[in-house]
């Protein structure tokens, strides 16, 4: 049995390399259109061979799809006409919109919605690492539409990637998104762009990045071929939780600017709640 991996990027790069390690799938097939990334694919071992989308369809059981979330929506319903047998998993980080897309389609049975909660803020292939998926969460959405066999082959493959499971509707899945991954990342670039527009001496800001600034700018480094799409597609909740985002921000300029430190203690205070849930 083979397995096709359509995107050879960090996400793609890691299942693939993950997976030779383990032999469950015969083959490991990669399915790139850039063809610098196809011979770094290829270099650098995470796939056995690069096939057409075409060909893969025929010669592979499963299918993942490891693209931005945009190229998902245009992609799937056509991989879903020609599908037979095979098990089509999407990776993206939004469900609503594609599940709403491809709810009527005849071969719907074959299609899993799998988001693995695991990245790093470095792209493409030679960002791939082989325990990337160690010990992290597979979020399925709506598991119980597909077909039970197309279920559990995308599971096994969730076992090969050594990760925990956790299942949701569409819409729970994009709303905790928003509130944890998203926004983490929207206050990140926001941050690197406060910072680069009016510290204009680089070298003291190099001189300066002490870990609290390296760990709160990490995620700035993220691909906008990636985070665009995603706040295209979960629209209207990263707005609802930019606007609460934006009232915490309002409400401790003017504790400051008010010399208010008692609040601004309390503020901080409230806020370190979050040691009893992330350690
Ligand atoms: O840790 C990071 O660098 C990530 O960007 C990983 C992260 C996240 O926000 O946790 C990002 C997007 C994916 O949909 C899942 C995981």
Redesign the pocket.
Known sequence: MNIAIVGIGLIGGSIGIRLKETNFFDKIIGVEKSEVNQKKALQLGLVDEIQTLEEAMKTCKVIVLTIPVDAIMTLLPKLLDIATDQVIIDMG?TKSNILNLIKDHPNRGRYVAA???????YSGPEAAIPNLFKDKMMVYVEAFRSDEDAFELADAVTEQLEMQTSFMTAEEHDMH?AYV?HI??LTSFALALTVLEKEKSQGRIFELAGSGFQSTV??AK?SPDMWTPIFKQNRTNVLEVLEEHIKQLQHIYEKIQNEDYEAVHKWIKKSNKIKRIIK
């Open positions: 980080s988001h693995p909660m695991a990245g790093t803020e998104t991954s983490s990342h990490r995620l993220s």
